[in-house]
């Protein structure tokens, strides 16, 4: 099984819709990070968490929320989805102790209509 | 501000030639550099890292990448490319002192012609 999974890994959905990606890791770190991707942009980082009660704002993080509900959980949230936000999701752990490798997810393709 | 520029947005190689990909990087301090490999529908995968010590490292499937600080570069390279390397490859740095953030450059289209 893979050590970092995301659900959904595709997703349509129309403007101003909630819309939830959520991301397990079965790796034990502590730490984890969602990114978006976009065509000749590169990965952005979006939220990164520390640990269960460390969360922190990335680059890029206006439009979204993150819940970090257990160690091996890290959710991302679009309260009211709008086109720009139409990419692809990473979401990333790492061990402590920085900087360390980064282990990421299959990726979610969001498509906002 | 961290920064890093990878030059090259698409490069093609025939298979068996010799492979460089470049980044440059903008940080004021000691960097923590990676190099990362996204085949197509996959996410990202470590192909090695700097943090200090000898300045050419060595990563896994063949590729190495050599750490020049007097030109803030961190080039990837492969002395004999396969088929299977065709890829989008990222290079990033850590950046302890905003956060301990990781930035990502624009990453660079790799195609394999037989």
């Known amino acids: 099984d893979a050590d970092v999974t995301q659900t959904p890994r595709n997703r349509i959905t129309k403007t101003g819709k909630r819309i939830m990606l959520e991301c397990s890791q079965t790796?034990?770190?502590?730490?984890m990070y969602w990114y978006r991707q976009d065509p000749g942009l590169g990965l952005r980082l979006i939220y990164y968490s520390f640990d269960v009660k460390d969360i922190n704002k990335g680059e890029i993080s206006d439009g979204y929320s993150v819940s970090r509900q257990a160690q091996a959980k890290f959710s991302l949230s679009l309260e009211s989805a709008i086109p720009n936000q139409t990419a692809l999701y990473f979401c990333?752990?790492?061990?402590?102790?920085?900087?360390?490798?980064?282990?990421f997810g299959p990726g979610t393709r969001l498509t906002v209509l | 501000a961290q920064s890093v520029t990878q030059p090259d947005i698409h490069i093609t190689v025939s298979e068996g030639a010799s492979l460089e990909l470049r980044c440059n990087y903008s940080?004021?301090?000691?960097?923590?550099l990676f190099w990362y490999v996204q085949s197509p529908g996959q996410g990202l995968q470590l192909l090695l890292k700097?943090?200090?010590?000898?300045?050419l490292v060595q990563g896994i499937k063949g590729f190495e990448a050599e750490f020049k600080r007097s030109q803030s570069s961190f080039n990837l390279r492969k002395p004999s490319v396969h088929w299977s390397d065709a890829a989008e490859y990222f290079c990033a740095v850590g950046a302890r002192n905003t956060g301990n953030q990781f930035y990502f450059g624009t990453g660079t289209s790799l195609t394999v012609i037989p």
């Open positions: 790796k034990g770190h502590d730490r």
């Open positions: 940080y004021g301090a000691t960097p923590y």
């Open positions: 990333a752990t790492s061990d402590t102790g920085f900087p360390d490798t980064q282990y």
């Open positions: 700097y943090f200090s010590g000898d300045t």
